[in-house]
C-alpha cells in the first residue's frame, strides 16, 4: 500500500510563498510519476505540476514560472514550491502518485491516472 503524506500548506497573503511537501514512505515503484493537483473551492479538481522519475516535468499553464516541482530520492519526498502566491491559488492541494507503466505517463496531469493519493493540506491566499 503506497502512503503520501503531504504537509506545508496554510495561510499566505498575496505575492507570498509557500512550499509543499509530500513524503512517500516505502515508495518503491522504480519507474513513477508524482504530481500535485488542487482543488479549489466549488471547482473540480485540477492538475498543477508533475515529474516523471525521469526527471520530466509538465506544469498547467496558470502556474507556469510560478510554481516549481521537485523531488528528494534520498528522502522520497515531493516538493511544490509555490511563489507570487494568488487568491485564485487557494485550494486543497493532493499528491498523487504512480508506476510510470500506467497513463500518467501521456497524461501527468490528468488525476483519473493515479492511483494512490495523499488527504491533502489547505492553501489559502488572501488578497
Known amino acids: 500500500q503506497v502512503q503520501l503524506v503531504e504537509s506545508g500548506g496554510g495561510s499566505v497573503q498575496a505575492g507570498g510563498s509557500l512550499r509543499l511537501s509530500c513524503a512517500a514512505p516505502?515508495?518503491?515503484?522504480?519507474?513513477?510519476?508524482m504530481g500535485w493537483f488542487r482543488k479549489p473551492p466549488g471547482k473540480a479538481r485540477e492538475g498543477v505540476a508533475a515529474?516523471?522519475?525521469?526527471?520530466?516535468?509538465k506544469y498547467a499553464d496558470s502556474v507556469k514560472g510560478r510554481f516549481t516541482i521537485s523531488q528528494d530520492n534520498a528522502k522520497n519526498t515531493l516538493y511544490l514550491q509555490m511563489n507570487s502566491l494568488k487568491p485564485e491559488d487557494t485550494a486543497m492541494y493532493y499528491c498523487?502518485?504512480?508506476?510510470?507503466?500506467?497513463?500518467?505517463?501521456?497524461?501527468?496531469?490528468?488525476?483519473?491516472?493515479?492511483?494512490?493519493w495523499g488527504q491533502g493540506t489547505q492553501v489559502t491566499v488572501s488578497s
Open positions: 498523487a502518485a504512480d508506476s510510470l507503466d500506467g497513463g500518467c505517463y501521456s497524461f501527468p496531469l490528468l488525476a483519473v491516472q493515479y492511483n494512490y
Open positions: 516505502g515508495y518503491s515503484y522504480r519507474t513513477y510519476c
Open positions: 515529474i516523471d522519475s525521469d526527471g520530466r516535468t
